[in-house]
């Protein structure tokens, strides 16, 4: 039986990952991974440095959407399947006008530069609507942070901080960003609190984390134990405490890391250790799916509740 297949861009600060996937069963929107790409552009690199992507950036973003093209090609994705989002690093990005026109010049790609609410509302949308729970899903990109709370299957509120990894490790951030983001949080905390009295409080919710540099936290902490998707607080500081006492290299020689991901790991785990104690939640669940798969999922969504003409 052929397959329907969908294909998602997450152009991020750090990376740009291609996800495509086919659809296995359309009443349910069950989907199987067929493609997973990452490639560590660092556009955030530029942007936050020097406010704009450079020449060179630009050139290979194009040659890498040229090539994502055709692997999209190659798997028949039709137009109306495939979906590519660009974050934190395009939308500071003072060329990103030009950066989305050559793009689409290039490959006859558009580019759409969402915003921090609908980026922390992918991720959010992951969730299972019967998941009845108090949530807090965190996404820690290169350039922004996305906390959204869920309590019932309803959001609650959704906020993005332009606080990210690549941010932190080429010392362009928010001022005071620590104390800003805990002031913020405890606010929101204390609304949910007047607003949902009868659930309690916000620290018995769980955070759900997404990225690369939890997911890879996790399998650092649980060398040994291939399906449990929670982490400690209390693991993730030790981890960090060990991770933050090595150099870049020693990182990558200890544990195995890519040098893309040794460097801006350490940041990653400060910031999630910094949201669970502003909180007071003491795990975080992390699920296999990311920005990405939510990209899809928001498509096949969409397809399904269009009315038929």
Known sequence: MEHLHYAAIDIGSNAVRLLVKRLDDDATGRFSKDVMMRVPLRLGQDVFVKGRVGTKKLRNLTNLMKAFSIVMEIYDVKKRNRRICATCALREASNSDTVVKAVKEATDLEIEIISGQEEASIVCGLGSPDDRRKLVYVDVGGGSTEVSIMSSGKTFGSKSYPIGTVKLINGVTVENWKERLVTDLRKLATQFAMQNMSSGSIADATIVGAGGNINKLLSLAHERDTTGRTLS??????????????????????????????????????????????????????????????????????????PTL
């Open 233 to 306: 607080i209390a693991e993730l500081r030790q981890l960090y405490t060990r991770l933050s006492s090595l150099s870049v290299e020693q990182r990558m020689t200890k544990y195995k890391l890519k040098a893309d991901r040794a460097d801006v790991i350490v940041p990653a785990a400060e910031i999630f250790i910094t949201i669970a104690d502003a909180l007071g939640i003491s795990e975080i669940e992390i699920p296999a799916d990311g920005l990405a798969d939510g990209i899809i999922a928001g498509i096949w969504q969409k397809q399904k509740t269009k």
